[in-house]
């Protein structure tokens, strides 16, 4: 195939190179200088990519562009109107994932029940609104690409913790953050938190879906600030019933805006209710790299199911895959990245085989000499994964090939799957969310 990936972020570039070595063509335009460091001398990057236009038409159907963010489906629709096959979402999908409070409402017209949302633009507004309504609340910044490091999940019963944070933004609102700031308030559920994802050709969701497990926080317990993900554990089995009550209900709205990619609907779920949170219109970051640790299949073959629409479902491996994102200081911040850490060897143990690079997938570094040193902006040096037929045997392996990645002051979370083993995948079965294996 003929790849051309645009993006942000250059989040996708593990996906890049694996292609690549695959013996794909493949060019990649990055958006934000700050990234352009990323995996440089190892892909082919452009920096135009409308002149790169000519050399996918060229290549027919075996043509394609990929698109990483939900915040260009517009450019997507109109490639898509002048004829290119394009995977990555659409407008309608940049909007679901972006605009919360419209997120939150097509989740109702699926017919599901919505905790309470309320969309804000003043700290103040807000404070007054938690004291006129008392109650347990999370704090989410509003659009695709906000910064998830002050998203915050309050603890306390009449919000006040969530009131004195939103007192201190008001008072320190961070440098380069958009003015006036736009927020959601969600009410507190109590339940377990999950995803179901699943693969758009443009028509038809193909199936086996996927479930997943993401841990947000940056230290193991969940402590610390919300990161995005430390971590995540993700199956294809058992997700078939879950799936027809949710994500399913959204087909004909995908398929009228041309929507061809991944979908993913996170939610709470507890004994009685399932409570959606958001959805993730793109590839999830690390997950593309976990699910395709179960993938039996290569990128290039699932993008062409998903364009030639020529079948439904994808050939998985069944259990369970576990992923461990590795960081460098200061992650999840950027602020020091060149003072801490950037250009760091990233060494790898010597008994490291075959099997162990292809469960390794690298983000922030770039070829340096001999030698991989870290990259980018904040210290996301990559994720390892690893797979078994239960939680427990898909972690061990990952947090294994986690301690094969050699960098100076490397971190991450090492319980990664815990909860799960503990009890809550008993729940999830007890209270019928997964399907009998």
Known sequence: MRILGIGEYCDLAAM???LMQQGHEVRVWVEDEAYQGIHRGILHFT????AELDWVRAAGDDGCIVFESATKGEW??????DGFRVIGGSAYGDRLEGDRLFGQQVMQDMGLEIARCERFTDMQAAIRFIAAHPARYVYKSNGADSERTRNFVGTLADGSDVAALLGFYHA?????????VDFMLMEYVQGIEMGIGAYFNGRHFLTPVCLDWEHKHFFPGDLGELTGEMGTVVTYTGGASLFKRTL???EDALAASGYCGYINLNMIVNETHIWPLEFTSRFGYPGFAICSALHRQSWATIFNTLLNRDALTLQVSPGFAAGVVLTVPPFPYAYGYE???????VLFHPDMNDADRQGLFMAEVEQMGDYLVTSGVSGYVGVATGTGLTVKE????????AAKVIVPNVRYRHDIGQRLINGEL???????YLDSE
């Open 76 to 81: 997507q629709d109109a490639l898509r109107r």
């Open 172 to 180: 320190h609102p961070p440098a380069g953050e958009p003015s006036p």
């Open 394 to 401: 898909a972690a061990t392996q990952a947090n294994a090939l």
């Open 426 to 432: 008993s729940l999830l079965r007890q209270w019928g």
């Open 248 to 250: 399913a209900q959204l």
């Open 339 to 345: 003072q801490l850490a950037k250009g760091l060897p």
């Open 16 to 18: 890049y190179h694996g």
């Open 47 to 50: 920096k135009d990519w409308q």
